[in-house]
């Protein structure tokens, strides 16, 4: 049986006792925004955790889909994983190179195809390094993993879902995007996608959730505070969005630390809405 994770977080602190448990396998799963000029699968041959393995949010993806990184199949995610080493009877570690920000799509991801043996490493590759503890360098070399996915929709939502939601309010919409690209004061980052917001959404960008100085998640008091400042009500259902499904997913991971675990994201958030002429926009 492999071993239990205590949450949907773990200290670095915990993973330096568990790292060589079995069936402990890790993914470092960062990404950055096209500005930011980063090679995420260059810096992981540089430095990684050991026994990690890279996982590419561009490249595990619908092909189909001319959006980005948006959810592949489940054949297509379960040959990903197993291609990485990764099996149902896996524990699952995640992190990334700036702390708290893409690894939490991969946890989301995971989720979504049934895998909730998973969990992120709180404040991610820095906080590793800050501890004074090991990185190695070379490409991972994973043995072949046996994972089958097991879709869960009640954990995404699609364009005509969160159209039909502008009707009927029933769930709550949290974006995570900064505030002038949500009330339309500053242009969006993608060419072609308007600024501004789904109507009715309310906005908690990202970063008010992470503390600025170790770049790990708030405590969950306060982010249940963040969340309530914006009306949001964790006895109701929320789903979150933001510019393209990445740091929508750092909410639904704050929303499960603070106790709603069934938070599901717009997978093709504003990228997809605000690229659109046929969707409604609200601004300011």
Same mark, same amino acid.
């Given at each position: 049986?492999?071993?239990?994770?205590?949450?949907?977080?773990?200290?670095?602190?915990w993973?330096?006792?568990?790292?060589?448990?079995?069936?402990?396998?890790l993914?470092?799963?960062?990404?950055?925004?096209?500005?930011?000029?980063?090679?995420?699968?260059?810096?992981?041959?540089?430095?990684?955790?050991?026994?990690?393995?890279?996982?590419?949010?561009?490249?595990?993806?619908?092909?189909?889909?001319?959006?980005?990184?948006?959810?592949?199949?489940?054949?297509?995610?379960?040959?990903?994983?197993?291609?990485?080493?990764?099996?149902?009877?896996?524990?699952?570690?995640?992190?990334?190179?700036?702390?708290?920000?893409?690894?939490?799509?991969?946890?989301?991801?995971?989720?979504?195809?049934?895998?909730?043996?998973v969990?992120?490493?709180?404040?991610? =590759?820095? *906080?590793?390094? %800050? @501890?004074?503890?090991?990185?190695?360098?070379? !490409?991972?070399?994973?043995?072949? #993993? $046996?994972?089958?996915?097991?879709?869960?929709?009640?954990?995404?939502?699609d364009?005509?879902?969160?159209?039909?939601?502008?009707?009927?309010?029933?769930?709550?919409?949290?974006?995570?995007?900064?505030?002038?690209?949500?009330?339309?004061?500053?242009p969006?980052?993608?060419?072609?996608?308007?600024?501004?917001?789904?109507?009715?959404?309310?906005?908690?960008p990202?970063?008010?959730?992470?503390?600025?100085?170790?770049?790990?998640?708030?405590?969950?008091?306060? =982010?249940? *505070?963040?969340? %309530? @400042?914006?009306?949001?009500?964790?006895?109701? !259902?929320?789903?979150?969005t933001? #510019? $393209?499904?990445?740091?929508?997913?750092?909410?639904?991971?704050?929303?499960?630390?603070?106790?709603?675990?069934?938070?599901?994201?717009?997978?093709?958030?504003?990228?997809?809405?605000?690229?659109?002429?046929?969707?409604?926009t609200?601004v300011?």
């Amino acid at each position: 049986m492999s071993v239990q994770l205590p949450g949907p977080l773990v200290t670095t602190a915990w993973l330096a006792a568990h790292r060589t448990a079995p069936d402990l396998k890790l993914i470092d799963a960062s990404w950055y925004l096209p500005a930011e000029q980063r090679d995420p699968a260059a810096e992981f041959e540089a430095a990684h955790i050991e026994g990690a393995v890279f996982f590419d949010i561009d490249g595990v993806r619908d092909p189909d889909n001319p959006l980005p990184h948006m959810l592949p199949s489940p054949p297509r995610f379960a040959e990903e994983m197993a291609r990485l080493g990764i099996s149902n009877s896996d524990a699952v570690i995640i992190y990334d190179g700036a702390g708290l920000f893409s690894a939490p799509r991969a946890w989301w991801t995971l989720r979504i195809f049934g895998h909730d043996n998973v969990s992120v490493l709180d404040g991610g =590759l820095p *906080a590793w390094r %800050a @501890a004074d503890l090991a990185t190695v360098a070379g !490409p991972a070399t994973p043995g072949a #993993g $046996s994972f089958k996915a097991a879709f869960r929709p009640e954990l995404v939502r699609d364009l005509a879902q969160m159209l039909d939601n502008v009707d009927r309010s029933v769930e709550q919409v949290v974006d995570a995007r900064g505030r002038g690209r949500f009330d339309g004061s500053e242009p969006e980052i993608r060419p072609g996608v308007r600024s501004g917001h789904i109507p009715g959404s309310c906005n908690l960008p990202y970063p008010d959730l992470v503390d600025a100085g170790d770049k790990t998640l708030l405590p969950p008091a306060r =982010l249940a *505070a963040a969340f %309530a @400042a914006q009306g949001v009500d964790l006895e109701r !259902p929320i789903v979150t969005t933001c #510019g $393209s499904g990445i740091s929508a997913s750092l909410l639904a991971l704050a929303l499960s630390v603070c106790g709603h675990p069934n938070a599901a994201v717009y997978d093709g958030s504003w990228t997809e809405w605000g690229g659109r002429d046929d969707t409604p926009t609200a601004v300011s």
